[in-house]
């Protein structure tokens, strides 16, 4: 079969071109991207920028409070453009797995070989590769010599792959299967070779991945958003609408006009729509991706850091994250009186640290122990490593057979006696422990086939293990996160990585063994995947998922991108193995590619979800809280009309929800932040909502108090309206500190957020100029009160945060969410 590939025509031009016209172009699918009109039609089509959106509108043209209705629309339209430019970003991993593809390629056509555009390859071309060519298609080989291709961007594997003719070939990556198929896409390290087409284009594997990062799910805090959403505004319409409903019985006893009730109701509906939360979110997640690019995290996506922190489970690739995807001899067996790295220099093609990793860091160890070669070592002969030998073999002057490869070819050509026999021992020892052996043997001889070889010894290589691998582990499990490992390398090698950074390696899974209908328990339950390929990786993502875990997925290849977009975080090692195609599939971005830095980014995360979660707290309980007071209030007090008017509503949520809100994102709790365990079920779990509601019970209760007090001491509407603003004011300014705190409101260090005092105080302030001060008070409704309206105000302060600790539950250790 080899002989007659040098005589092979491959195709003739008619048929490439009835092939192309059948086939296709060999390029990845691309679909014509969406408008810019269509991205922000589909922003607008959340259910807050909705709310939004109606209540910017109303504000401004209904109200004719501009200042305020202004305010609201370009929230929105910030909110629009971020997410516009982060689909469009998103869209770029797609593009970039589209550079990796050949420009050119070399086949045989009707007996010539000629280059052509790789987008002409057809299936049934002859294409011939050699030593730094990349791979136009999936191709099946017909004639190797001493062929390898870096399949890392794949496979994952850090070895290149050695390719023969007549190998075992198929459809799709089933890693250590493949000796006979090359890969669209890879990289042609050593030597040259032929193979047939049988895939082009959206078919190769290289666009099965194409295709699997199509669309992405969302992150738990978006989700979590999106049924802020929907909750807040049906609680808008209802309460409008129930207003509106109540007001009608009193325009029908002439006792309020038919406009008031009606533009009080919409006011109370745009009151229970928080505008400022995805302004306050938005500003919290862009302060802290500042914080963490300083610290090497890169975040794509603003809404990942939050389920960086809520992350439950990490899945690591070996390679390039835990490991450094440089090879480094870490055990030698030598037999008595043996030059084995002289040998290893005088059999070896790496040069100034560029070549195969086996010889580099053969060459490092062997220039670390201080062998040299002699003046006089040239080479006379060169046999190229090989995949079918197996070995490399080189003779020098004088003459000196020398040979490397696997244990069990070169030993089988050593003469027999007690020191084969010792070395052939030892290599099962250095195989367990997931190292790759390599044994060199020399003789007097110009043979390059000759056996009765002297035995030298074995060498042990491993992939280098990046120092903070065994700390970061240790800080996940410390955090509550499952560190996992994820490899294309063979199990026992994982196993040993596995050991060596702290992840407990039982049970070692590999890829051939989840055909079964149990394959997603036992993606979920492994503690290390070996042998895997992509389709693995992303079926791990989703089985993870579904059973509810917030999943990281970190990598640095072609084959990480498509569970690297579909994980609710994916990290793209960004070291000198890194792909641009896992950088843009990517949110997160760690820029020195240590997975300790992860910890850094999922530290600040918790920080993050933590102040989240507080905001989300304290806006909906005094939104609630404001419903409350005014449906209580039309129904306890007919004499007041409406309890709150339209501004009145307008000003609390312009002070309250605008400058506090913001406190609490930027905020920074005592203690690890590491500590702070995300709460189960999310940010708007049944247990957060319980809280929001009783808590907004305590305030309203508060302030219908407060207000009854007032109106039997028989004060005017406008001081009671007066005083029910300035006790709800002041109530939820407290409730800021219950809110973030982690189990009790003034426990240890809750002085040391300056930042939430200064926003509480300047607040608190505002409020009291535009009660005490008539001309800046006029405008709102507001009028100065006596000494027992202050006093009444500062009792409900002090006691909301009092009364919330009593009602919160005991023991609770999550990071609080209102």
Known sequence: MHADTDTMPGLSEAEAARLLDGHGPNELPQSRPPTLLARSARQLADPLSILLLIAGLVTLVVLAEVPEGVAILTILLVNVVIGVSQEVKADQAVRALRNLTAPMAKVRRGGITRRVPAAEVVPGDVIEVAAGD???????????????????????????????????????????????????????????????VERTGAATEMGRIAGALEGQPKGPLEADLAQASRRI????????????????????????????????????????????????????????????????????????????????????????????????????????????????????????????????????????????????????ATRPFDAETRSMAVVTVGPLLTVKGAPEVVLARCAVGE?????????????????????????????????????????????????????????????????????????????????????????????????GDDRSARLRGAAVLARVDPATKLDLVHALRAHGEIVTMTGDGVNDAPALRHADVGVAMAGDEGTDVAREAAAVVVTNGELGTIVTG????????????????????????????????????????????PVHLLWINLVLDGIPAIALGVDKPAGDPLALRPRRGGLLSGAVLGRVAVRSLIVGLLV??????????????????????????????????????????????????????????????????????????????????PAAGWAMALAAAALTPLLCDLARPLGSKEADAG
């Open 233 to 380: 505004g049906l609680l808008a319409v209802a309460a409008g609408v129930v207003m509106v409903l109540i007001g009608l019985t009193r325009v029908g006893r002439g006792e309020a006009a038919l406009l008031d009730i009606v533009l009080a109701g919409v006011a109370l509906a745009i009151a229970a729509v928080p505008e400022s939360l995805a302004a306050a979110v938005t500003t919290a997640l862009a302060l802290g991706s500042q914080r963490m690019a300083r610290l090497g995290v890169i975040v794509r996506r603003l809404p990942a850091i939050e389920a960086l922190g809520a992350t439950t489970v990490i899945a690591s690739d070996k390679t390039g994250t835990l490991t450094t995807g440089r090879l480094t001899v870490v055990d030698q067996v030598t037999v008595p009186g043996a030059d084995l790295w002289r040998a290893a220099l005088r059999c070896n093609d790496a040069r100034d640290g560029l070549g195969d990793t086996v010889d580099v860091a053969l060459r490092a160890a062997a220039e670390r122990s201080g062998a040299r070669l002699a003046d006089g070592e040239a080479r006379l």
């Open 602 to 645: 999922v530290r600040e995360g918790r920080r993050l979800h933590h102040n989240v979660a507080s905001m989300i707290g304290y806006l909906l309980t005094g939104n609630l809280a404001e419903i409350i007071l005014v449906l209580v209030g039309l129904i306890l007090w007919p004499d007041l009309i409406i309890p709150l008017l």
């Open 419 to 515: 020191q084969t026999q010792h070395l052939a021992d030892a290599v099962a020892g250095l195989a367990r422990r997931g190292l790759r052996v390599l044994a060199l043997a020399e003789a007097a001889t110009a043979d390059l086939d000759a056996d009765g070889l002297r035995p030298l010894g074995l060498v042990g290589l491993r992939d280098e293990i990046r120092p903070s691998a065994r700390q970061a582990v240790t800080d996940c499990r410390a955090a509550g996160i499952r560190v996992m490992m994820v490899t294309g390398d063979h199990g026992d090698t994982a196993r040993a990585v596995a050991e060596e950074v702290g992840i407990q390696p039982d049970p070692v899974v590999t890829g051939a063994c989840l055909n």
């Open 134 to 196: 990349r791979v136009p298609a999936d191709a099946r080989v017909i004639k190797a010599s001493a062929l390898a291709v870096d399949e890392a961007v794949l496979t994952g594997e850090s070895q290149s792959a050695d390719k023969r003719a007549g190998g075992a070939t198929g459809l799709g990556i089933l890693l250590g299967d493949r000796d006979g198929e090359l890969f669209s896409g890879t990289l042609v390290v050593r030597g040259g070779g032929m193979a047939v």
């Open 704 to 785: 219908i108090i407060a207000v009854e007090a007032a109106r039997r001491m028989d004060w005017s509407a406008e001081q009671v309206r007066t005083q029910a603003v300035l006790t709800l004011v002041f109530a939820r300014l407290t409730l800021a500190y219950v809110v973030r705190a982690r189990r009790w409101t003034f426990e240890r260090g809750w002085w040391r957020g300056r930042t939430i005092l200064v926003a509480v105080a300047a607040t608190a302030l505002l409020q009291a100029l535009v009660t005490l001060v008539p001309p800046l008070g006029a405008p709102l409704a507001l009028m100065p009160l």
